[in-house]
């Protein structure tokens, strides 16, 4: 019972955390699995992969509260989704299966990265606005949705800190860039955890109450947690300066990115 608590605790601060910096729980989400997994002693070999594989079935629902909020303010350019979309799409069953190739412990170490990346960028770098540049053409949109698809499905998130610098890049204006970038979790949400679910059929050493890389009670208890609590974190950063707010999540990143990486190599 006290890992469900976990999984409720774990979901509640990913929410939090959304609602705050307007970043997706992923990267809450996997290095909160990966540490409580393991302190269960679920089988290392399957730790990482079930941490990302439940990462992505949660961001299905917060992805669809998302974009629902951000549509009913004009700020989901549909046009651009249709293009990135199958990119997406098939990016994110590709970066299923590379990440089932991968042994659980640099898959560890690589998802640090991306979180100390991701950090850096919060801390130091901002996205400039380009509107008014012509959109890129539409093999570029797919290839670009290809790419972040890709990469979000092994990292075990939904792409914002990926999509909406290039959305930025491509053109749009901020809010669209965001609430596109939202609409795009879906597809990736939706193949990643479809993709990891597949890949992770026939693993021996899961515990119950799985689906392939998915844990479903897990999914369960982070998906309505977050749900909740992001209303919380969306309050509370109408209050807080947003400065502040970006230097503290980049500053979480780096420790929850470190602990990752050190244990990948070993060094944990």
């Known amino acids: 019972m006290m890992l469900y608590v976990w999984f409720v605790i774990a979901g509640a601060f990913a929410g939090v955390s959304a609602g705050l910096f307007g970043v997706g729980g992923g990267m809450i989400i996997v290095p909160a699995l990966v540490w409580i997994f393991t302190a269960y002693d679920f089988s290392p070999e399957v730790v990482t992969h079930l941490a990302i594989g439940t990462s992505l079935a949660t961001i299905v629902v917060t992805s669809i509260s998302s974009l629902t909020a951000h549509n009913k303010r004009g700020g989901v350019r549909w046009e651009v989704w249709r293009k990135m979309a199958l990119g997406l799409v098939v990016g994110s069953l590709v970066g299923a299966g590379i990440a089932d190739m991968i042994d659980g412990q640099a898959l560890q ?39 972040i698809g890709m990469a979000s499905s092994i990292f075990g998130i939904g792409g914002g800190s990926l ?5 930025n890049w491509a053109g749009l204006p ?3 860039s965001v609430g596109t970038s939202a609409a795009c979790g879906l597809p990736i949400a939706l193949a990643g955890a479809a993709g990891f679910a597949w890949f992770g059929q026939d693993v021996v050493n899961l515990p119950e109450g799985t689906i392939g890389f998915v844990h479903v009670i897990g999914f369960l208890c ?28 980049g500053i979480l990143l780096i420790f929850a990115g470190g602990q990752l990486l050190l244990s990948g190599l070993g060094v944990l």
């Open 174 to 176: 901020m809010k669209q």
């Open 109 to 147: 170490a690589i998802i640090g990265v991306g979180a100390l990346l991701v950090a850096l960028k919060m801390l130091f770098f901002s996205n400039k606005e380009q509107v008014g540049k012509p959109l890129p053409p539409a093999g570029v949109q797919f290839g670009a949705g290809t790419g």
């Open 163 to 167: 999509t909406v610098p290039f959305l």
């Open 222 to 249: 982070i998906s309505v947690a977050s749900f909740a609590m992001a209303k919380v974190g969306a309050k509370l950063a109408h209050v807080l300066p947003a400065l502040m707010l970006k230097r503290a999540f």
